[in-house]
């Protein structure tokens, strides 16, 4: 993948695009985007990913920006012999990743299940937004998010701002900055007001609104509602969010600590132990949210 700072955050959130259809799929299990960046970031090769995560199936390729297009790779193998089973190149404008998304995961699928319906698939409901200027600024919200630091807190900030502005309805917009301002609440990046929280609440609350399908909202909520101390209500939304993406462990581990609140210990220890599976942590180190060590 090409890492140049313009065109970086875009492919690193197409990927992560690719990695989230790809887990909302309940008949097939997904390793998490860390684990996922982690291969490439450290150079593993198939043969060592395989034995680290014991995988059957691994899908690889390299995504390149080159100003408003998009080179992208792709490749489904099968583990055991090492044998490719289906691959494609695509070039395009970044107006058409959405399509391009859709038939990768579409093609993948097909190729491992067979030509078979999946609701799952259905995109429709789930595309945040038509605007690629809103959606541009949304990734790169989200990849100064994960940076963990308050200068980068504050432009997560102000990128989602341009994002909302680009197109009002872009849920996931509202969601990440809702997220955001959770981050700068919980690390102490802003004062602990009333305005804030209600900011928080106010776009998390929009989020779902916008967009019933979009699991990010949903955990988002559940995510709030526990730190509200209202556990029934984060049961609620942490369930719609599982329902929605039974692969990501950001939401098995906010439900499963919704399930402990409300003293559903060994369902709730079921779904933690899924989330440790679904983003394995290395000794000294935490989950891909920070949260749990």
């Known amino acids: 993948m090409n890492k140049d700072d313009d065109g970086a955050f ?127 600024c949304l990734l790169k919200g ?29 849920s996931q917009a509202h969601a990440w900055k809702a997220c955001v301002l959770g981050q700068a609440l919980g690390r102490g990046y802003l004062d602990n007001t009333d305005q804030l929280v209600e900011d928080i609440i106010f776009h998390i609350d929009l989020a779902v609104k916008l967009n019933k399908n979009d699991f990010e909202a949903h955990r988002m909520l559940a995510e709030v509602h526990l730190s509200m101390h209202s556990f029934e209500e984060a049961k609620l939304s942490g369930m719609r969010a599982f329902q929605l993406n039974p692969n990501d462990p950001r939401v098995t581990s906010v439900y499963g600590e919704a399930l402990l609140r409300n003293h559903q210990v060994d369902e709730g220890i079921d779904f933690l132990l899924k989330a440790y599976e679904l983003d394995p942590i290395p000794q000294g180190q935490t989950t891909s949210d920070r949260r749990v060590s």
């Not at 299990?29 to 014991?54: A, G, H, V």
């Not at 100064?144 to 909302?164: C, G, P, S, W």
């Open 142 to 170: 989200k990849d100064y998010h994960h940076r963990f630091t308050k200068e980068d807190n504050q432009k997560a900030l102000d990128v989602l701002e341009k994002a909302i502005q680009a197109d009002e309805h872009n």
């Open 10 to 136: 875009l492919v690193d959130g197409i990927v992560e695009d690719l990695i989230t259809e790809f887990s909302m799929i309940k008949e097939i299990e997904i390793l998490s985007r860390q684990t996922c960046f982690d291969y490439r970031n450290k150079n593993y090769s198939l043969e060592e990913y395989k034995d680290k995560f014991d995988v059957d199936y691994i899908v690889s390729g390299s995504v390149r920006s080159l100003n408003e297009r998009l080179r992208i790779s792709v490749e489904l193998s099968e583990m055991d012999e090492g044998n490719i089973i289906w691959g494609n190149k695509f070039e395009l404008d970044k107006d058409d990743i959405f399509d391009v998304q859709d038939e990768i995961v579409r093609k993948t699928i097909i190729s491992l299940l067979g030509n078979i319906e999946l609701q799952s698939l259905e995109r429709a409901n789930r595309i945040p937004t038509d605007s690629m200027t809103s959606y541009e």
